[in-house]
Structure formats: C-alpha cells, structure tokens
C-alpha cells in the first residue's frame, strides 16, 4: 500500500494544484477531474495485483475441485485489460467476458490477466509477449490493444504498423484481437481508421478472431461516448465497458467455439487410441 498512499499524495497535489487555478464553476471541474486522474493512477498501480492474486486463487481451486478443467484465458493488453475506470476490475471488460463464458459454455474459467496499464503495441510486444511465452496455452487468448498509441505525440502511421507487422503475427491462432475504439472526436477519426485498417489486414492474415470495438464507440457519437467514459474522459465507465463487452463477445464466442471443439477432438482421438498392454511389451522386451 506504500506505492499507492505516494501515488494517492502525487495525485491530489496534481488534482488540487488544476482545480485551484480558477474559480466558479470550472473550479469544480477542475477538482472532479483532479480526482479522477487520481482513481486511474491508484487504480493503475493495484488492479494489475487483483488479476495476479485472482490467478493464484483460481490455481488452487482447480486442484482442490474433481471436475471438468475449467476453460482457460490469457489475455494481454492495457489498462482497459485492467480494469481502470471500474469500481472493480472485475466490472470491466475481461471480468464481464468471463462471467458470460462461464454462463454460455456451463464452465468455470480462469483468467490469467499479465495487461500492464499504459502499454502500447510496442511495450506489449517487448514486455508481455515474452511473459505469454513462459505460460501454459490458454484455451482462449485476448490482445486488445492500441489506443495508448494513437495518443502518443510521436505516433506515426509507419511506426504503428511496423510493431503490428511483429506484433500479430506472433499470437496464437485464434487470439481475440480489436479495432482501436474512436474517441469520439471526428478529426481523430482518420488517423484511428487507419490503424484499424491494419490491424483489420493483420488478423487476416494470421487466422486471429477480430472483434470491432471502433464501430460499437463510433456509434455513440461524441456526448453519448463521454457518458461512456470515467471521469478523466479517456478510460471507459462500467457503462462503457459493458458496451466494450458486448462489442468483444462475438470474437470471444468465436474462440470458444474453437477451443471447445479442439477439446473435442483431443479427448476423441484419446480415446480412440490403442491401450498399451504392459505384460505384452514387457515380453516382447525380454
């Protein structure tokens, strides 16, 4: 808690320092945001631990439990894969994602959640690829990323796809990948647009589950997308994320199908493999 009582302390000097730099009306809208950028670097710093803990809880029930394995996801990604902007991140995309696995297959499932808040395509290929790497295969792996990118004051169009010509084509067939959301600003547009349009190519080409999270935000327009978002206008609302859960379910859906049916067949061509007769090669050996 030492790291989240100086991020807390950094965070309201920041909040008081923009809210008391004028009056009136703005001066609580300064206060308001001055706090919301606290919740997101609180937040930033404590959800990744709720995901590492959730996994090691997760780890020790399926041991203790005699029962089907529970379906299994590894999801990367930014602070959206956190959860920051939620009350809980358990109210966030990933958690609402996994709550409705569990009530569309009748499995439970484990999350392994290794998202780092503020990554962008390029920090997610060097830091949490190599970590994917070092894990069991999921049965369902989720890489939403991007929108830390497009934010960027150095972000070219040439850089983004240079990392995504790396990046996609190092995921596993069948990964939940997305088009970045709009921001809701129309002269963002064009530049979003683009980035998607490669992303759009590179899922083809590398037999990934594209979900379209630009047209679901695109769709709200710019008042209906703040309402969607938390107080520092950027991160989505549990409201926004139940929409970004609703947008990503049909690619998920999709990777379970795949994963169920490669189960499937795995647990077919067991059984119908020949049983080794131990007395028979011991005397064949002798």
Same mark, same amino acid.
């Given at each position: ?19 008391? #730099?004028?009056? &009136? ?5 300064? #206060? ?12 930033? #710093? ?94 369902? %792996? ?16 040439? &850089? ?42 590179? #899922? ?24 969607y978002t938390g107080g520092d206008i950027f991160h989505p609302s549990e409201r926004g994320y139940v929409a970004w859960a609703s947008a990503l379910w049909p690619a998920v859906r999709r990777a379970a199908k795949r994963a169920l049916a490669r189960?499937?067949?795995? %647990? ?11 007395? %028979? ?6």
């Amino acid at each position: 808690m030492g790291a989240g009582k100086s991020v807390l302390k950094a965070g309201l000097k920041a909040g008081l320092k923009a809210a008391t #730099a004028v009056g &009136g009306v703005t001066l609580g809208l300064g #206060a308001g945001y001055g706090i919301a950028v606290v919740r997101v670097r609180i937040q930033s #710093a404590l959800f990744p631990k709720f995901w590492a803990e959730s996994a090691r809880t997760q780890l020790e029930l399926d041991e203790s439990l005699q029962e089907l394995p529970p379906l299994t996801v590894n999801v990367l990604g930014d602070s959206a894969a956190s959860g920051v902007g939620a009350s809980k991140p358990e109210r966030a995309y990933v958690g609402l994602l996994k709550q409705r696995l569990e009530e569309e297959t009748g499995r439970r499932v484990s999350v392994t959640n290794i998202s780092v808040p503020g990554a962008s395509s390029w920090l997610l290929m060097e830091k949490q690829l190599p970590l994917l790497d070092d894990l069991p295969q999921a049965d369902i %792996t989720m890489c939403v990323i991007g929108a830390n990118d497009l934010i960027d004051p150095a972000y070219t169009l040439e &850089g983004f796809e240079w990392t995504a010509t790396r990046l996609y084509k190092r995921l596993p067939a069948g990964t939940v990948v997305s088009t970045i959301p709009s921001f809701g600003l129309p002269w963002l547009e064009p530049k979003v647009r683009a980035a998607n349009a490669i992303i759009e190519r590179e #899922a083809r080409l590398y037999d990934l589950e594209l979900a379209d999270l630009f047209s679901t935000t695109h769709e709200l327009g710019l008042w209906r997308y703040l309402l969607y978002t938390g107080g520092d206008i950027f991160h989505p609302s549990e409201r926004g994320y139940v929409a970004w859960a609703s947008a990503l379910w049909p690619a998920v859906r999709r990777a379970a199908k795949r994963a169920l049916a490669r189960e499937a067949r795995e %647990t077919e061509e067991a059984q119908e493999a020949p049983a080794t007769n131990p007395n %028979t090669t011991a005397s064949s050996q002798g």
